[in-house]
């Protein structure tokens, strides 16, 4: 019983700290006549350069992709099948379109791929979220990715990362053969 009360304690703590740091972040905003401050990448990003709109009875929609999720015009938020993200190797930031047809079919396709970047790093495991190390950053990787290869906590992998933009996430392009 103990156990249980200090689980509930500490989740009230998380619960309130994240609330006074999106408080925080918001003052420090409303405050702030700096443009430069980025304290939260997905609510400051700049999306009115998507478009909504339909064709031949489609719904197409651009967005960008955020890691799990994808990001449009309106700053709406839709969920990216993780198989379709770690197949196609998806990067954060990376220009999609999703076509929804009449039947409701969704179709995704990559048509404005961001700059990127290799780095090579150390695949690990934190309660139960997969993350890679390179150059001294940690960054989020898709499970989808880890289970579908069959890759391995300490194997060394390439990460694809966007070459102009500060990420969390990354997407694992290969693992490094183990001489």
Do not use: C
């Not at 006074?20 to 400051?44: G, P, Y």
């Not at 499970?143 to 300490?154: L, N, Q």
């Amino acid at each position: 019983m103990k156990n249980k009360k200090a689980i509930l304690a500490i989740s009230d703590f998380i619960a309130t700290a994240e609330k006074s740091l999106k408080n925080a972040k918001k003052l420090l905003k409303d405050l702030s006549e700096e443009s430069w401050i980025n304290l939260d990448t997905e609510v400051s990003l700049d999306t009115s350069w998507l478009h909504s709109y339909s064709d031949e009875g489609n719904k197409i929609i651009e967005w960008v992709f955020t890691w799990e999720e994808m990001l449009d015009s309106e700053n709406n938020k839709y969920p990216v099948p993780v198989n379709y993200a770690s197949k196609s190797k998806l990067v954060q930031w990376d220009k999609m379109k999703l076509t929804i047809d009449r039947s409701g079919r969704m179709t995704y396709k990559q048509i404005a791929p961001i700059e990127r970047e290799t780095k090579v790093g150390l695949l690990t495991k934190e309660h139960w979220k997969y993350q890679v190390i390179a150059d001294w950053e940690t960054y989020d990787v898709l499970t989808a990715a880890i289970t579908h290869f069959k890759w391995e906590v300490w194997d060394n992998v390439t990460i694809i990362l966007p070459a102009w933009k500060q990420a969390s996430f990354a997407a694992i392009e290969a693992v490094i053969p183990k001489t």
